[in-house]
């Protein structure tokens, strides 16, 4: 079955960037499409970030347009979520995900990864 491990999680300052990566195991990276999607206390999942199989499309939700960048390594079967200048409100459990095709919408994601914490200081 397709595993996906995030890591990267982390104390940080406001202002500051961090990089996430998921790890894609049991299935065929290439043909994986991947989300980024993150969850705090009190609030709905959120939808940040997704790139299509090839790598060669990308969207963003319009909170983290310009300072969150996601991309793929098809050698190493990993999706990473670069982001920057992050803020105290976007402290979360943030997780990757898996699916046929690109998506912003969580329930076309086949398989999700158990989370990573991001906590963010003011």
């Known amino acids: 079955q397709v595993q996906l491990v995030e890591s990267g999680g982390g104390l940080v300052q406001a202002g500051d960037s961090l990089r996430l990566s998921c790890v894609h195991s049991g299935g065929v990276f290439r043909n994986t499409a991947f989300g980024w999607f993150r969850h705090a206390p009190g609030k709905d999942r959120e939808f940040l970030a997704t790139?299509?199989?090839?790598?060669?499309?990308?969207e963003y939700a319009e909170s983290v347009k310009g300072r969150f960048t996601i991309s793929r390594d098809q050698a190493k079967s990993t999706v990473y979520l670069e982001m920057r200048n992050l803020q105290s409100e976007e402290t979360a459990v943030y997780f990757c995900a898996a699916a046929s095709v690109n998506s912003r919408w969580s329930f076309e994601y086949d398989t999700w990864g158990q989370g990573t914490q991001v906590t963010v200081s003011s």
């Open positions: 790139i299509s199989r090839s790598g060669g499309y990308t």
